[in-house]
């Protein structure tokens, strides 16, 4: 049995960790779990303590995506049920982060489908920083818009952009498996000139599309390559209607066992459980939060996550803190009697459309012209019948999450 604990000294003395100890760390046995993670929440609390960084995801525009990436659901060709919207207006944008930052969190990450933005896309995406940040001065901004031309991040950093996403997702060697549109090396590019100009690049895993455990290795050096600030691991949610439906190859002890390998080989960097954790991680997402720091809460760009409540539950359970946050207990409260008082308002409500706030798309500014279309009548505005809460993959008894269909894009309350 390797010695985790000796392995953490290693490293916190200053030597790296090595592949060969990634690779004993991803093919160690269940029996090991705990000493492993043990060994790696060490790492944890020397760079971060007890604290978890709460980020939150804004859906700027959905869908309609020409790239292939075989992952995604708003992959040309996807006949995913996901909602698809143009443009966000800046004022929706706004009012969406909001949500999130009620909730705890500390960075807003603004998203966007798409190959990459236009030069006009990136002054819309820089009023909507201007709006958000004039409101809440201390809130982080990271933009996820796709490839960057020249000249973008430097625009983007300008408008008080702090962080830009552009995962690397997996390994180079695999790379040309999921995706045609476009290389491994056009990511690196990209993750190159947010550096570059300044803004802190936040790029990370997606695992369980058919990685070998070198590969996962592979993945990961490449990130420790490209200086990556924060790492979120994405696990595979296999949509239906897209090339990887019903793959369903990762375990929740494996899935630590990541964590794990990303935390000895970037010790110091910001590690986000991220989407699939639900589905993936499922009751071992509280003990994986003492190997990352960090978490999105509530939904994902096209699918739900467990309610907002049941992730601040899992940080007070943990006893964890949060960042900016006073007291993690106080904010989950306030947020529970928050929905509790949101719940009974609306049960005595006549049935409608309804919002976090009261607000309707057009008091908050959205034009007829911009403004998403919103759910309605139990149907997709697509006219397909709402998807059915999330389903079990196969005989499995894993849940694939339900497809999103609150909150951004739509005038039903988002979960945050
Ligand atoms: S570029 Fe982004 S939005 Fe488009 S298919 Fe790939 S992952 Fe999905």
């Not at 292939?68 to 995913?80: F, N, P, V």
């Not at 300044?198 to 590969?215: A, K, M, R, Y």
Request: with cysteine; aromatic share 4%.
């Amino acid at each position: 049995m390797v010695n985790y604990f000796s392995l953490a000294e290693r490293v916190l003395s200053g030597t790296s960790a090595t592949a060969s100890d990634a690779r004993a760390i991803l093919s160690s046995p269940n029996e090991d779990l705990l000493d492993l993670v043990a060994a790696a929440a060490r790492l944890r609390r020397e760079h971060f303590g007890k604290r978890i960084k709460i980020n939150y995801l804004v859906n700027l525009k959905s869908g309609l995506c020409p790239e292939d990436c075989s992952y995604c659901s708003q992959r040309l060709g996807s006949e995913a049920e996901i909602l698809k919207y143009s443009w966000l207006p800046k004022e929706e944008a706004k009012r969406q982060a909001d949500f999130g930052l009620a909730g705890g969190a500390s960075r807003v990450c603004l998203v966007a489908s798409g190959r990459g933005p236009s030069n006009r896309d990136v002054d819309r995406v820089s009023g909507m920083v201007e709006e958000i940040k004039s409101a809440t001065p201390g809130v982080e901004v990271c933009a996820c818009l796709g490839f960057l031309k020249e000249g973008q991040a430097h625009r983007l950093k300008e408008a008080g952009v702090d962080a830009y996403n552009h995962n690397l997702n997996t390994a180079e060697s695999l790379y040309a498996d999921i995706c045609s549109t476009h290389t491994f090396a056009d990511r690196v590019d990209t993750v190159d000139k947010a550096r570059g100009a300044g803004l802190s690049p936040c790029s990370g895993l997606l695992v369980g599309v058919g990685e070998t455990n070198d590969q996962i290795i592979e993945a990961i050096e490449s990130l420790r390559a490209v200086d990556s600030d924060s790492i979120p691991v994405n696990f595979l949610i296999p949509f239906d209607g897209t090339p990887l439906e019903g793959t369903n190859t990762l375990t929740p002890q494996h899935c630590v066992r990541i964590l794990c390998a990303v935390r000895f080989l970037c010790p110091d960097r910001e590690l986000r459980i991220a989407g699939g954790r639900e589905m993936h991680l499922r009751s071992l997402q509280s003990l994986s939060l003492n190997v990352a720091n960090s978490l999105f809460l509530g939904d994902y760009l096209t699918s739900e996550g467990q309610a907002a409540e049941e992730d601040l539950d899992m940080i007070v359970d943990g006893g964890f803190e949060i960042v900016g946050a006073e007291s993690a207990q106080q904010l989950r409260d306030e947020l529970k009697a928050h929905r509790a008082a949101h719940q009974a308002a609306f049960d005595g409500e006549a049935p409608g459309p309804a919002n976090g706030d009261g607000a309707s798309a057009a008091s908050t500014g959205a034009s007829s012209e911009t403004a998403p279309t919103p759910v309605a009548g139990g149907a997709l505005p697509c006219g397909k019948p709402l998807p059915a809460v999330g389903h079990e993959a196969g005989n499995s008894g894993v849940t694939i999450p339900t497809i999103r269909r609150r909150g951004a894009g739509t005038e039903i309350s988002p979960n945050a």
